[in-house]
Structure formats: structure tokens, C-alpha cells
């Protein structure tokens, strides 16, 4: 029979080739040759410490915290070095590009973030690893990581106040002796995203150094870190914080205008600046680390909650004075001499041509005299015998006469130059120190 038809199934002509990447030869492990060493080894071990540059890609600074005193970064962590171990025949110098299966099987840093809280390598959807191999042995280690740090921070100038906090990157276990940690491209080592921002920082540089790490039971280690300075954005600040502070304050003022026999006016008014000062401050340290040193925020506050206090003791002094006012007066009233055959008692008690007021009714002493425009000052003159132990009912030009001022009104008047003049100082002389 003709054709190909009729041969037997094991005929050499139906023998396919073989598939040369299904060969074991073609295995990854096969071809660099990892069975052959022990990868539990540094490579070059007992040898001079292996260099391993590494770089860095922030992809995100996500969050600064000020309560917990730490911040989140995303970042890619790169790191180079050379291991003979893994070279391989290449006939066009091409690399080899594995995923985190190859990892666990082979050398790699033992790279560990200090002062970090939390971290962890992404996996979606699949771990955010990435080796890379090159013939000569050369090595690229790529990984994806979200890290929470610590930062230290000086709140005292909060929140007009810069913060610079420091990602730091060291090997867990091999000292200096056996491996050497560096930045591989000095400062440029370190890129960062355009679009990197902070709603509540504005981020003013990024930058690398390198210092060496003394543990007591250990050794010497090499540790590589990333510093970045942030400076704190105001304006928020002072739309929630500083001027809410302020009106209160301003808003209290208003009493020193308003009649302080008016007692159900100006009485709420003090008490209520007092109380929202105090609930302004209460806001503000709630969103706070419970630090014992005074912040910025803390002195305008307080001098502004002093201000809204004093505001109140100043009306409490204006109408304690004129109750004792109004005491002498009734007590004055009480010892003059007797009337009898004087046409018009208050003649003798108040002198129009003295005090510029003319006569009043003595019943209505309880208004001091006051006018009802407010713009004249208030003057009692009482015209009481010194030289006899008792009052007589006689008035002779020998007796000596005693006049009593107690101008209540004019505290009140000075108030409203002394309280904003204060206060206009004190806030001149905090935004020069603290802006």
C-alpha cells in the first residue's frame, strides 16, 4: 500500500521531535544549577562582605499620624548584588525574569525595616515580587511594600511646625563583616511619584543617607535611610482653630459696650465665649498625642481663653463695685441730718454747682445719677459732719465735708482700649515668633 498510511504506529517516521522546553535541561532550577549549592550560604562566604546596592521607589506616602506618632509609606524596595552561584550560558546575554516561587529557593538580603510597626509585601493578585537574573550572576530583587514606621515628632511648634521623619533599612542578620549595605546611586538611589501629596503636609524634599548601627550583643550593621521633610499646611488650621478663637475672644468685647446694669445681657454673653473657648480647646487636644510640653496651639488658645475669662471678671469687679456704690449711698442717706425746715433735703446732699448734674430724685439714687445716654460720669457728693460724734440736724459752714467719686463707668471704658490693645500685642508677638 501506498502512502504513509499503511506503516505501523511504530514506524520511525511517526516519532515527533522532541519538546525541548518541557526538557529537564530547560528548568530553571536545572539551569542554574541550584541543586548543585547550598543557598542557605551568604554567597562568597568567608570571603570579604558581599556589596548590595539597593534603591527605592516611593509610590505613596499614605498617612502621618500625629496621635500615634508614625507614618505609611508604599514603596518598591530594589536590591543588586552578584552570586556566581546563579550565572548561566546565554548565547544572547538575556536575562531571566522569576516570581516568588524561585525566591524561597535561593539567596536573597534579609532586608528588615527598623522602628516599623507594621508591613507587608502585597499579593494581588499574585505576591509583588520579582527576581531577575542575568548570565554573569547579577541579581535584581524587586518587591512591592506598604511599611508603618515610627516618627518621632516635635509637636511644641504645632501647628506651624515642620516634621522630617526617617524610613530606615537594615539587614536582620549579617553584620558588616558579611554583607555590605549602600545606596547604589547615591541620593538619586531614591525616586518619588509626582503626584505624591499630603492633605495636611506639604512635602518639601526627599533625601538618603547612610550610617552604621552598634548592637551591644551582636555587632556593627550597615543601615541605609530615607529622610523626607514635611511641612504642615496653616490655612486649615486657622479656619477651625484661630479664628473661631479670636471672634470668641473680639466676641466678648461686646460687653464692655453694653450697660452693666443690662445683668441677663451681658452675664450669658461672658459665659458663653467662656464655654466655647473651652469647647475649641477640648476639640483640639482630643485630635492630639498627650504630650507634657506646651504646643503652639496651646499658648493662642489659652491666652485666648484668659482674655474671654477675664472679659467676665471685669464685668463681676464693674458690678460688685457698684453695689458697694450703691451701699455707701444708702448708708449716706440714712445719716443725714435731719430735713426739718429745709424745703428740699437733696439741696444739702447734692450740689448742682459741684458735680454739674442739678437736682434728682434721691429715690433714684439706685441708677447712680446715670443719664441715659451713658456720657456723662457718675458723681456722688455727700456732704456728711466729721467734727460731732451725732448727727445733729444742723449744717454749719465750720463742719468739714468729705466727697465720695466712685466712677464705675470708667473701668468699663478703659476696658475697651486695654483688652484689644492686649491682645492685638500678644498676637503680634506670636506670629513673629512662631510663623
Known amino acids: 500500500m501506498e502512502g504513509g498510511g499503511g506503516q505501523k504506529p511504530g514506524s520511525p517516521v511517526y516519532k515527533r521531535s522532541p519538546d525541548m522546553t518541557k526538557s529537564l535541561m530547560t528548568k530553571s532550577e536545572q539551569l542554574l544549577r541550584i541543586d548543585d549549592h547550598d543557598f542557605t550560604m551568604r554567597p562568597a562566604f568567608g570571603g570579604p562582605p558581599i556589596p548590595v546596592g539597593v534603591d527605592v521607589q516611593v509610590e505613596s506616602l499614605d498617612t502621618i499620624s500625629e496621635v500615634d506618632m508614625d507614618f505609611t509609606m508604599t514603596l518598591y524596595l530594589r536590591h543588586y548584588w552578584k552570586d556566581e552561584r546563579l550565572a548561566f550560558q546565554s548565547t544572547n546575554n538575556q536575562s531571566m525574569t522569576f516570581d516568588s516561587r524561585l525566591v524561597k529557593k535561593i539567596w536573597v538580603p534579609d532586608m528588615f525595616f527598623v522602628h516599623s510597626k507594621r508591613s507587608f509585601i502585597h499579593d494581588t493578585t499574585t505576591e509583588n515580587v520579582m527576581l531577575r537574573v542575568y548570565p554573569d550572576g547579577n541579581v535584581l530583587y524587586s518587591l512591592r511594600v506598604t511599611v508603618t514606621a515610627m516618627c518621632n515628632m516635635d509637636l511644641s511648634r504645632f501647628p506651624l511646625d515642620t516634621q522630617t521623619c526617617s524610613l530606615e533599612i537594615e539587614s536582620y542578620a549579617y553584620t558588616d563583616d558579611d554583607l555590605m549595605l549602600y545606596w547604589k546611586k547615591g541620593n538619586e538611589s531614591l525616586n518619588t511619584d509626582e503626584r505624591i501629596s499630603l492633605s495636611q503636609f506639604l512635602i518639601q524634599k526627599f533625601h538618603t543617607t547612610t550610617k552604621l548601627a552598634f548592637y551591644s550583643s551582636t555587632g556593627w550593621y550597615n543601615r541605609l535611610y530615607i529622610h523626607f521633610t514635611l511641612r504642615r499646611h496653616i490655612f486649615f488650621f486657622l479656619l477651625q482653630t484661630y479664628f473661631p478663637?479670636?471672634?470668641?475672644?473680639?466676641?466678648?468685647?461686646?460687653?464692655?459696650?453694653?450697660?452693666?446694669?443690662?445683668?441677663?445681657?451681658?452675664?450669658?454673653?461672658?459665659?458663653?465665649?467662656?464655654?466655647?473657648?473651652?469647647?475649641?480647646?477640648?476639640?483640639?487636644?482630643?485630635?492630639?498625642?498627650?504630650?507634657?510640653?506646651?504646643?503652639?496651639?496651646?499658648?493662642?488658645?489659652?491666652?485666648?481663653?484668659?482674655?474671654?475669662?477675664?472679659?467676665?471678671?471685669?464685668?463681676?469687679?464693674?458690678?460688685?463695685?457698684?453695689?458697694?456704690?450703691e451701699r455707701k449711698e444708702r448708708k449716706l442717706r440714712e445719716r443725714l441730718p435731719c430735713t426739718c425746715g429745709i424745703g428740699n433735703p437733696d439741696d444739702m446732699m447734692i450740689d448742682p454747682q459741684i458735680t454739674g448734674y442739678g437736682s434728682m430724685d434721691v429715690n433714684t439714687t439706685g441708677n447712680y445719677g446715670m443719664p441715659e445716654n451713658g456720657g456723662r460720669q457718675e458723681r456722688i457728693l455727700a456732704q456728711v459732719a466729721l467734727n460731732d460724734s451725732q448727727i445733729t440736724g444742723q449744717v454749719g459752714p465750720s463742719r468739714g465735708y468729705v466727697n465720695i467719686w466712685i466712677d464705675t463707668h470708667a473701668i468699663d471704658k478703659y476696658s475697651r482700649v486695654v483688652f484689644p490693645g492686649a491682645y492685638i500685642l500678644f498676637n503680634i508677638i506670636y506670629w513673629s515668633i512662631y510663623s
Open 245 to 325: 478663637a479670636t471672634l470668641m475672644v473680639m466676641l466678648s468685647w461686646v460687653s464692655f459696650w453694653i450697660d452693666r446694669r443690662a445683668v441677663p445681657a451681658r452675664v450669658p454673653l461672658g459665659i458663653t465665649t467662656v464655654l466655647t473657648m473651652s469647647t475649641i480647646i477640648t476639640g483640639v487636644n482630643a485630635s492630639m498625642p498627650r504630650v507634657s510640653y506646651i504646643k503652639a496651639v496651646d499658648i493662642y488658645l489659652w491666652v485666648s481663653f484668659v482674655f474671654v475669662f477675664l472679659s467676665v471678671i471685669e464685668y463681676a469687679a464693674v458690678n460688685y463695685l457698684s453695689t458697694v456704690q
